[in-house]
């Protein structure tokens, strides 16, 4: 059969996003080190909260999420007025395009940049360019040469998925001051919290009009499974962008778990320094026996292997093993694994994994 029906521009040049695998054929009892989740999981006070909106399952939401912007503004000293809530961050990459993008003109991003920015582009019929890196960082002289008069947005993660790398924040201004006038910089900052001490760029949203943060609580808070991330944008920008959002795109029970789960602080550190300690400790071990990387600012390391063929085997012995972790060719990165940083044992286990198979 044929038909007139055609999607519009763009639209069929979208590859499927791929997601971290969670199965094993065979296997129950796998681990999941492939989806950078918290291994730990979210808050206790998180799940309470979204326990308790059980029982108001039949209200609308929020659709001004005043009580989660307000403790999104209080724990990082931000303007709650200038935060706007969406499902993942990934809603707020898309309400970007979405505005701010479209026929005609185009979305810079980096050669292993997180691939959502395709995606969005694409979406909304932009035109996505990917410029080099130098050796897995960010190139920021790389991204000024890719600008032409269609840039509209200019989009890095930082640390960046899937290298784990970041730049200062020097060069961060750097790329602000020198990109064109009608384009906006999107720091992603899905893995800010990781490191201490950076405030994912946001004194440099309030000295700019052209900077946007992004942040997530699929990460370091354990709600991957809830859809809610936020940005934090000049006010001429969320004006925009609240436009296009859905009045009602986040649940009441996703925005009370995450008010709960910004709150506890102190969960957020435990969780922030398990990680510091059981990623040094597994890139340690893996340097030792072959198997460098870089140094990494997030909760996963990008695990170097002497080949695309070596990197292969390593992932389908340690799926034999019952251990799952991310392969990268789709973010030109063949010769790599990433690995989600677990809790002790699951480091334990793919650090012995990986000295078997590298023993073979
Ligand atoms: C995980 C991730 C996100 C977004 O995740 P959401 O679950 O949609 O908030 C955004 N950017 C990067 C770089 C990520 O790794």
């Known amino acids: 059969m044929t038909t007139a029906i055609r999607p519009q521009p763009g639209i069929m040049d979208i590859a499927l996003y791929q ?13 999941k080190l492939s989806s950078n989740e918290n291994p730990l999981g979210p808050s206790d006070a998180a799940v309470k909260a979204f326990r308790d909106a059980s029982y108001d399952l039949h209200r609308y939401p929020s659709s001004d999420h005043t009580a989660l912007r307000q403790a999104i503004a209080q724990v990082h ?18 309400f970007l395009c979405q505005a701010f ?25 932009a035109t996505p360019v990917e410029v080099p890196e130098n050796e897995r960082v960010t190139d920021v002289d790389a991204l000024l040469a890719g600008c032409t008069d269609k840039t509209r947005l200019v989009f890095i ?20 001051a020198g990109i064109p006038k009608q384009a906006i910089l999107v720091l992603d900052g899905a893995y800010a919290e990781y490191v201490e001490g950076y405030d994912g760029g946001a ?65 957020a550190a435990h969780c922030r320094s398990e990680n510091a300690k059981w990623r040094s400790w597994m890139a340690d071990a ?19 292997f002497k ?15 019952g251990l799952i972790v991310r392969r990268v060719a789709g973010y030109q990165l063949p010769t790599c694994l990433r690995i989600t940083v677990g809790d002790e044992s699951a480091c334990r286990r793919v650090v012995h994994a990986i000295r078997q198979f590298k023993g073979d």
């Open 101 to 125: 993008s479209g026929e005609g003109t185009e979305v810079l991003h980096t050669v292993h940049g997180f691939g959502m920015y395709r995606i969005s582009a694409l979406a909304n019929g």
């Open 286 to 304: 893996l340097a030792e026996i072959g198997v460098p990387s870089d140094v990494s600012c997030a909760n996963f390391i990008l695990a170097r």
């Open 307 to 321: 080949s695309q063929d070596e990197a292969e085997a390593c992932d389908e012995y340690l799926k034999t093993q």
């Open 203 to 267: 004194a440099l949203v309030d000295s700019h009009d052209n900077i946007v943060m992004t942040r997530t609580f699929s990460k370091l808070y354990g709600l991957g499974g809830l859809r809610i991330g936020w940005g934090y944008a000049p006010a001429h920008i969320i004006d925009v962008l609240n436009r296009v959002r859905g009045p009602f795109n986040l649940s009441q029970a996703a925005l009370n778990a995450a008010t709960a789960a910004i709150k506890d602080t102190g969960y």
């Open 19 to 31: 997601g971290g695998a969670s199965h094993v054929a065979g296997l129950d009892n796998v681990i």
């Open 157 to 176: 993660a930082n640390p960046n998925n899937p290298t784990g790398t970041m730049i200062g924040l020097s060069e961060i201004e750097r790329l602000a």
């Open 77 to 94: 000293g931000l303007d709650a007025d200038r935060i706007i809530c969406g499902a993942g961050s990934d809603e707020i990459i898309a």
